[in-house]
Protein backbone atom coordinates (compact mmCIF):
# COMPACT_ATOMS: atom_id res chain seq x y z
CA UNK A 1 0.00 0.00 0.00
CA UNK A 2 1.51 3.31 -0.72
CA UNK A 3 1.92 6.02 1.68
CA UNK A 4 3.01 9.47 1.10
CA UNK A 5 3.97 11.50 4.45
CA UNK A 6 4.70 15.05 3.89
CA UNK A 7 6.95 17.05 6.69
CA UNK A 8 8.60 20.24 6.77
CA UNK A 9 5.79 22.80 6.74
CA UNK A 10 5.83 25.45 9.46
CA UNK A 11 5.26 29.13 10.16
CA UNK A 12 8.34 31.64 8.63
CA UNK A 13 8.20 35.56 7.71
CA UNK A 14 8.51 36.63 4.19
CA UNK A 15 11.88 36.32 2.09
CA UNK A 16 12.80 33.09 4.31
CA UNK A 17 12.72 29.67 3.76
CA UNK A 18 11.48 25.89 4.03
CA UNK A 19 12.11 22.39 3.01
CA UNK A 20 9.00 20.13 2.58
CA UNK A 21 9.93 16.55 2.51
CA UNK A 22 7.68 13.63 1.46
CA UNK A 23 8.76 10.19 2.28
CA UNK A 24 6.68 7.55 -0.33
CA UNK A 25 6.77 3.94 0.82
CA UNK A 26 5.28 1.22 -1.11
CA UNK A 27 5.81 3.10 -4.31
CA UNK A 28 7.90 2.02 -6.81
CA UNK A 29 7.09 3.72 -10.27
CA UNK A 30 9.99 4.91 -11.25
CA UNK A 31 9.69 6.97 -14.52
CA UNK A 32 6.28 8.44 -13.13
CA UNK A 33 5.94 11.92 -11.61
CA UNK A 34 5.38 13.00 -8.31
CA UNK A 35 4.30 16.49 -7.30
CA UNK A 36 3.62 19.27 -5.19
CA UNK A 37 0.57 20.54 -5.08
CA UNK A 38 -0.86 23.74 -2.61
CA UNK A 39 -4.23 24.71 -1.77
CA UNK A 40 -5.07 28.13 0.21
CA UNK A 41 -8.04 28.77 1.71
CA UNK A 42 -11.24 29.22 -0.66
CA UNK A 43 -8.97 28.70 -3.89
CA UNK A 44 -8.33 25.54 -6.33
CA UNK A 45 -5.65 23.28 -5.54
CA UNK A 46 -3.05 24.18 -7.53
CA UNK A 47 0.26 22.17 -9.34
CA UNK A 48 3.43 23.92 -7.68
CA UNK A 49 6.18 21.58 -8.86
CA UNK A 50 6.58 18.36 -10.37
CA UNK A 51 9.66 15.81 -11.30
CA UNK A 52 9.42 12.67 -13.23
CA UNK A 53 11.31 10.14 -10.86
CA UNK A 54 13.07 8.45 -13.96
CA UNK A 55 15.23 10.91 -15.64
CA UNK A 56 14.78 13.87 -12.91
CA UNK A 57 13.18 16.43 -15.08
CA UNK A 58 11.41 18.84 -13.19
CA UNK A 59 8.53 21.97 -13.67
CA UNK A 60 7.72 24.48 -12.33
CA UNK A 61 4.51 26.82 -11.71
CA UNK A 62 5.06 30.21 -13.34
CA UNK A 63 4.17 31.61 -10.05
CA UNK A 64 7.10 29.22 -7.97
CA UNK A 65 9.40 29.42 -10.68
CA UNK A 66 13.30 30.60 -9.82
CA UNK A 67 12.08 30.32 -5.85
CA UNK A 68 11.31 26.63 -5.31
CA UNK A 69 13.46 23.92 -5.99
CA UNK A 70 12.09 19.93 -6.46
CA UNK A 71 14.27 17.09 -6.02
CA UNK A 72 14.40 13.37 -5.18
CA UNK A 73 16.43 11.00 -3.17
CA UNK A 74 15.93 7.96 -5.21
CA UNK A 75 17.55 5.77 -2.29
CA UNK A 76 15.42 7.10 0.59
CA UNK A 77 12.55 7.21 -1.89
CA UNK A 78 11.52 11.03 -1.22
CA UNK A 79 11.13 13.53 -3.00
CA UNK A 80 12.12 17.62 -1.57
CA UNK A 81 10.54 21.12 -2.26
CA UNK A 82 13.08 24.03 -0.88
CA UNK A 83 11.10 26.87 -1.27
CA UNK A 84 12.76 30.31 -1.06
CA UNK A 85 11.99 33.90 -0.49
CA UNK A 86 8.70 33.02 0.08
CA UNK A 87 5.84 35.28 -0.23
CA UNK A 88 2.77 35.94 1.92
CA UNK A 89 1.16 34.19 -1.38
CA UNK A 90 2.42 31.43 -0.80
CA UNK A 91 0.59 30.66 2.26
CA UNK A 92 -1.29 27.30 1.68
CA UNK A 93 -1.29 23.69 2.75
CA UNK A 94 0.77 22.09 0.71
CA UNK A 95 0.38 18.26 -0.65
CA UNK A 96 2.25 15.56 -2.03
CA UNK A 97 1.34 13.67 -4.67
CA UNK A 98 2.34 10.15 -7.25
CA UNK A 99 1.40 8.89 -10.02
CA UNK A 100 -0.27 5.35 -9.93
CA UNK A 101 1.03 4.70 -13.61
CA UNK A 102 3.64 5.95 -15.94
CA UNK A 103 2.29 7.83 -19.08
CA UNK A 104 -0.77 10.06 -17.45
CA UNK A 105 -0.59 13.47 -17.40
CA UNK A 106 1.44 15.38 -14.76
CA UNK A 107 0.30 18.67 -14.89
CA UNK A 108 -3.40 18.40 -13.45
CA UNK A 109 -4.37 16.60 -9.71
CA UNK A 110 -6.43 14.28 -11.67
CA UNK A 111 -3.17 12.56 -12.76
CA UNK A 112 -2.66 11.55 -9.39
CA UNK A 113 -3.47 8.75 -7.60
CA UNK A 114 -1.60 8.95 -3.90
CA UNK A 115 -2.02 11.85 -2.18
CA UNK A 116 -0.30 12.75 1.33
CA UNK A 117 -1.86 14.51 4.22
CA UNK A 118 -0.58 17.61 3.94
CA UNK A 119 1.25 20.05 5.88
CA UNK A 120 0.73 23.62 6.51
CA UNK A 121 2.80 26.55 5.26
CA UNK A 122 2.39 30.13 6.73
CA UNK A 123 4.24 32.80 5.16
CA UNK A 124 3.95 36.32 7.59
CA UNK A 125 4.90 40.10 6.88
Known amino acids: QVQLVESGGGSVQAGGSLRLSCAAS????????MAWFRQAPGKERERVSH????????YYADSVKGRFTISQDNAKNTVSLQMNSLKLDDTAMYYC??????????????????WGQGTQVTVSS
Open 51 to 58: IFTGRGYT
Open 26 to 33: GYTRRGAC
Open 97 to 114: AAQAEIGGSCFFASGYAY
